[in-house]
C-alpha cells in the first residue's frame, strides 16, 4: 500500500497483455482490494483543502513513476479506467491526469451523470487550488503539486448503441438516437458550460465539443467472449468462440463484419488522443 504507511512505500506490479502489441509496450497495472482501504482514509478536508496530504491524492501519478523506474522505460501515455462515481480515488485521478474522457451509454443516466461532472468538477478544482496554495507557501520549490489539478474535457465516447439496416445502411435505432441527442445537450449546457467557469486554467481546449469522439456499438457476446479468453476485439475473430457463451462452434459473419468495423472506430479513438492529448497521464 504505497504511501499510506510513511515507513513503507510498497511494490508495484506490472503485467503484459495476453496478446503481444505489434508496436511499443503495454503494461497493465491490476487493480486490487486495498483500493478501498486506501479510499478511506483519504480526507478532503485534512489532505487537500488544508493542503497537508496532497500527496495521497496524487497516487496514480507516483505508481506511475514508480513502474517506469521498475521497468526502466518512460510512458508516453497512461489511461486510467474509472467508476461513474465520484469519490476520492476518482477525485485522485483527476488531479492527476491532463485529459479526461467520459463514456456514455444511451440512458437517462449517462446524461445525469455528464451534468454532475460540470457541477462537480468545478468544486473539486477549487478545493485543489486552496490546498495547493497552503502547500506551496511552504514548500515553494515543489513543482509536481504545482503542475497538477488541471483535467481538460477531452470529449465523450457513446457506447453499447443498436442499429438497424435501412436501404443497406446502418443507422442507430430510435430511442437510442434520443438518448444520443439528450446527452449531446448535456454535454453542450451542463459540462462544457459548465466547466468554463473555472478561472484557474483552460478547461475546455479547443478541439472539444458536444460532438462524441467515437462511438462503439453493442457487441453484445462479443465483449463477453474477449473478456473471458483475455484477448482484444480487434484479434477475436483469429479464435474459436467459447462454447458455454456463445452456443455455437465459429462467429457468424455479420459478428467478423462488426468485429472489423469496430476496430476501425477503436483506431479512430487513439487516433484522437494521439492528435490532440499529447503525452501525459489521462483518464
Not at 503495454?26 to 478511506?40: E, K, Q, R
Not at 451523470?113 to 485543489?128: A, K, N, T
Amino acid at each position: 500500500m504505497p504511501y499510506i504507511q510513511q515507513n513503507r512505500i510498497g511494490n508495484i506490479y506490472t503485467v503484459s497483455p495476453k496478446k503481444s502489441t505489434k508496436n511499443g509496450n503495454l503494461h497493465i497495472v491490476p487493480g486490487d482490494f486495498w483500493l478501498n482501504s486506501f479510499s478511506d482514509i483519504l480526507n478532503v478536508g485534512t489532505d487537500v483543502i488544508a493542503g497537508s496530504g496532497l500527496y495521497r491524492f496524487i497516487l496514480p501519478n507516483l505508481i506511475t513513476e514508480e513502474s517506469q523506474g521498475k521497468n526502466n522505460i518512460e510512458y508516453d501515455y497512461v489511461l486510467i479506467d474509472l467508476p461513474p462515481s465520484f469519490n476520492t480515488l476518482v477525485r485522485s485521478s483527476l488531479y492527476c491526469s491532463d485529459y479526461f474522457l467520459v463514456p456514455c451509454t444511451p440512458d437517462l443516466f449517462s446524461s445525469y451523470c455528464v451534468g454532475l461532472i460540470g457541477e462537480m468538477l468545478p468544486l473539486f478544482i477549487q478545493d485543489w487550488e486552496q490546498g495547493k496554495a497552503r502547500y506551496l507557501h511552504s514548500n515553494p520549490t515543489d513543482a509536481l503539486i504545482g503542475s497538477l489539478g488541471k483535467p481538460q474535457f477531452g470529449g465523450w465516447i457513446f457506447n453499447n448503441f443498436d442499429t438497424r439496416r435501412q436501404n443497406g445502411k446502418k443507422k442507430m435505432v430510435a430511442a437510442d438516437a434520443v438518448h444520443h441527442e439528450a446527452i449531446k445537450v448535456a454535454v453542450r449546457d451542463e459540462l462544457i458550460a459548465e466547466l468554463k467557469k473555472i478561472t484557474y486554467y483552460s478547461p475546455i481546449p479547443s478541439f472539444a465539443d458536444e460532438e462524441q469522439v467515437a462511438g462503439i456499438e453493442d457487441i453484445n457476446v462479443m465483449a463477453s467472449d474477449s473478456l473471458y479468453q483475455n484477448i482484444p476485439l480487434r484479434y477475436l475473430s483469429n479464435v474459436r468462440p467459447t462454447g458455454a457463451l456463445r452456443g455455437r462452434g465459429s462467429w457468424a459473419q455479420n459478428q467478423l463484419d462488426l468485429m472489423d468495423e469496430m476496430s476501425i472506430e477503436y483506431d479512430n479513438l487513439a487516433k484522437h488522443i494521439v492528435t490532440h492529448f499529447g503525452n501525459g497521464l489521462n483518464l
